[in-house]
């Protein structure tokens, strides 16, 4: 397989599961995956319309899109009129602080659930506290470790140039 159309694959599968995990729209979502695959100097506007084989049009609406979430930024080279797109500083801190307030998300609807059950149907909750209690200790080893990740991440952007 050559390496443009493994990009290619790669691209499409990556950006699969960025849609789904940051809902972002398919193209937003190909864009940041093709940015994620490409060097530190990232890809001019034309470089990123061509790849992504989109309009003009969409492919500028989704590039503001990512700006304006931080997941992407831009920069210039003297005496070049181009812009090169590259992933934010913070781009990946950003998507694991979402998946911090998806588990305290998840935590707080646990919680209500418990304690919903403990007051309406006290059988059921003594008969299925167990299961709760496990799924509340699975939340909150999984939020420890992405805070331990967090933490690891800041730390190493933080150390760049």
């Known amino acids: 397989m050559s390496q443009r159309k493994e ?3 790669l691209i499409e599968e990556i950006g699969l599961g960025i849609e789904e995990r940051l809902r972002l729209s398919p193209l937003a979502s190909r864009i940041y995956a093709l940015l994620i695959l490409s060097s530190y100097d990232g890809l001019t506007f034309e470089e990123i319309k061509e790849e992504i084989q989109a309009t003009k049009s969409s492919t500028s609406v989704n590039i503001n899109v990512l700006i304006q979430l ?3 930024s831009y920069y210039t080279k003297p005496g070049d009129r181009k812009r090169y797109f590259r992933l934010a500083k913070y781009s990946s801190l950003i998507a694991l602080e979402a998946d911090h307030q998806a588990i305290d998300n ?3 609807i646990i919680e209500r ?3 919903f059950n403990k007051k309406y149907h006290p059988e059921k909750f003594t008969n299925e506290q167990t299961l709760g209690h496990i799924f509340q200790d699975y939340l909150v080893e999984k939020q420890e470790l992405v805070d331990r ?5 800041r730390s190493f952007r933080e150390s760049e140039k």
């Open 106 to 108: 998840e935590m707080a």
């Open 149 to 153: 990740v967090i933490k690891k991440m």
């Open 7 to 9: 990009q290619a694959q």
């Open 70 to 72: 931080n997941y992407i």
């Open 113 to 115: 659930i418990n304690t």
